[in-house]
């Protein structure tokens, strides 16, 4: 399993726009047979600040995402929201391993 935490800073006034674009990414994503689970995380403290929290069964499975047509037109779509490059982050599940706990 691989896990995928990414952070989103938007321009301020976008913030409504990322968080639709990527309502839609989402749920498309859901529907792919590698991944897991899939939560958009927005920041209490500062609204233009997102995390998207993403679980793949394999690094194949996250190749396939990202060829995905969904994947390509949210990435095309929010570009022009950034405030900065996102960042993503690598992670290795400890708890729960079982892909059946996910």
């Known amino acids: 399993m691989i896990v995928y935490s990414v952070s989103v ?3 301020s006034g976008h913030e409504d726009d990322f968080r639709l674009a990527s309502k839609f990414n989402r749920q498309e994503t859901r529907k792919e047979m590698g991944n897991l689970r899939f939560d958009i995380l927005q920041s209490a403290t500062d609204p233009k600040h997102f995390m998207l929290y993403e679980v793949y069964r394999s690094e194949d499975a996250v190749t396939a995402h990202k060829a995905t047509m969904h994947y390509k037109k949210w990435r095309e779509t929010v570009a022009p929201w950034m405030e ?3 960042k ?3 992670f290795i599940p400890r ?3 079982e892909v059946e706990e996910w």
Do not use: L, S, T
């Open 95 to 97: 708890h729960p391993v």
């Open 9 to 11: 800073k938007v321009k």
């Open 88 to 90: 993503g982050e690598e």
């Open 84 to 86: 900065e490059d996102r």
